[in-house]
């Protein structure tokens, strides 16, 4: 068997959009309880950055924008929620797949008073890996109102089209040009872009969106409360180690993988229906 049952967490609908539109919101998915335990796992990691950590906060004025990625096997609440309880079944079930792979887990904090958007850009050729079915799971910590929400292109995963990465802290491309891979277009552009979705949420909800999925968010420079994500990135069993003719990130390295091997290695845990 392929697919996964649809679950009270997960309905078909979701399940036909999610393919459809590489995007969509589920709502109250989280207790309350995880949600608190990944906000100390935060706290904790924030006290603890780990080696690939980033500020993005252009001057000490203004309000933090760290982020950070990789920490799960430091983190027991990251570890728990990312490999067991309900993310991984949700992961599954719009990957509409019984096993799949965790590759990892990326937060993404905004303080109040930052001035940085997060640009439009698409996860994939960031990654060192080669992934059709895949799914991040963007999980806020914090109330997200519509002014701060995440955007995200529907269909944009099925443009066909590789990007080159941007910089977060500058939003200028990694590279000037490369082969087979283009440009973003310009960022007002997209702004007015057809099909953008836009989703405020709760904690208990999740944002799930595609790898290939353009996605943005804009800056919290006007608003009075700092904004908490963890993004939990799952892949199906056919994900593949691959290379980018730049730095990958995260910035793994390649051990006994080739590109073109199964991701058969203990830095992506095994994920299963229950
Ligand atoms: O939360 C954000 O600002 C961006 C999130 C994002 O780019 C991601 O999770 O891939």
Redesign the pocket.
């Known amino acids: 068997m392929n697919g996964s049952t649809t679950s009270a967490l997960v309905s078909a609908t979701d399940i036909t959009k999610y393919q459809r539109d590489g995007v969509v919101v589920l709502r109250n998915v989280l207790t309350q309880n995880v949600i608190a335990e990944l906000s100390d796992a935060l706290a904790q990691n924030m006290q603890s950055p780990g080696p690939w950590a980033n500020e993005y906060a252009a001057n000490s004025q203004q309000g933090r924008f760290f982020d950070d990625y990789v920490n799960w096997s430091r983190f027991d609440a990251y570890k728990t929620h990312a490999l067991s309880g309900v993310l991984p079944q949700i992961a599954l079930a719009l990957m509409q797949k019984t096993s799949g792979r965790f590759f990892h887990e ?1 937060v ?1 904090v905004k303080e109040s008073g930052n001035n940085q958007v ?1 640009p439009w ?1 698409n ?1 994939e050729p960031y990654y060192g890996i080669d992934s059709i079915n895949n799914v ?1 799971l ?1 999980v806020p910590l914090d109330p997200i109102p519509e002014k701060i929400a ?1 955007r995200a292109i529907a269909g944009s995963h099925k443009w066909g089209k590789k990007f080159i990465p941007r910089k977060f802290v500058d939003q200028s491309p990694y590279v000037a040009s490369a082969s087979e891979y283009e440009p973003l277009p310009d960022s007002k552009q997209l702004d007015v872009a057809d099909n953008i979705e836009s989703f405020a949420a709760m904690p208990g909800d999740l944002v799930a969106f595609h790898f290939r999925t353009l ?1 943005s ?1 804009p800056s919290t420079t006007n608003y009075p409360d700092r904004r908490r ?1 963890v ?1 939990f990135r799952y892949v199906d069993s056919d994900a593949v180690w691959s290379t980018r003719p730049w730095k990958t990130s995260p910035p793994l390295e390649p051990k006994e993988l080739k590109p073109g091997d199964l991701l058969t290695d203990e830095r992506f845990p095994l994920i299963k229906t229950l």
Do not use: F, N, R
């Open positions: 990326h993404l997060t850009h996860d991040s963007w995440l996605h968010a994500v993004s």
